[in-house]
């Protein structure tokens, strides 16, 4: 029998995991997040980001998931309320560079956020994506909150998983170019 799946809040030293993922999953998120042309530059940048708190991409918002210490997949997550201020880094880092600093914030207040759910190819089909969704809707329990929120690009097939598991629509964004509908997932 192989070993479980476990979730663990991510540490600083996860961001050679971590950050190529989740540039992999934003994409052009990740671009216009960093102000840069490639998701080369954007990793580079969000290594950054990483280490660092009070940020959307900062480790203390990440959850690990991992089988015998071997990561296998992770959550962005942070109060919606939050999110605002947690952009306010990247809003500075695109005005340093002479840019608007126009960051358009996704979390919804009275829910947390998912910002990135990203499950390595090899562990597909697994539950990990399940697991660390129900890692969250903890979180956000902890946190007092009565739902889980997320984003998902039309198109993505992670829809269906969401959709199995409780999430319904409740509107859609435009962000850095795509069209993403916002999902909620009630959890009372």
């Known amino acids: ?7 663990r809040p991510a540490r600083p030293f996860d961001a050679a995991f971590a950050v190529p993922l989740i540039q992999e999953t934003i994409g052009k998120i990740g671009l216009a997040l960093t102000a840069t042309s490639s998701a080369t530059e954007a990793q580079r940048v969000l290594l950054g980001f990483f280490p660092l708190r009070d940020n959307r991409l900062s480790h203390q918002n ?8 071997q ?3 992770l959550a962005v997550t942070y109060a919606g309320a939050d999110a605002a201020r947690l952009d306010e880094p990247f809003r500075e880092r695109l005005r340093a560079l002479g840019l608007p600093g126009e960051v358009i914030s996704e979390g919804t207040p009275g829910e947390l956020y998912v ?3 990203a499950v390595l ?3 597909r089909g697994q539950g990990v994506g399940t697991l660390l969704l129900s890692a969250a809707a903890d979180r956000a329990a902890g946190l007092g909150l009565t739902q889980v929120g997320l984003l998902v690009e039309d198109g993505n097939p992670a829809a ?7 999430f319904r629509p409740a509107g859609t964004r435009r962000l850095a170019g795509g069209t993403y509908t916002h999902l909620v997932r009630a959890l009372v």
Not at 1 to 7: E, L, Y
Not at 160 to 166: A, F, H, I, T, V
């Open 1 to 7: 029998m192989s070993d479980p799946v476990t979730v």
């Open 115 to 117: 910002d990135t759910l």
């Open 71 to 73: 990561p296998l997949g």
């Open 121 to 123: 190819p090899g562990a």
């Open 62 to 69: 990440v959850l690990i998931a991992e089988r015998a210490g």
């Open 160 to 166: 269906r998983l969401y959709g199995r598991l409780g």
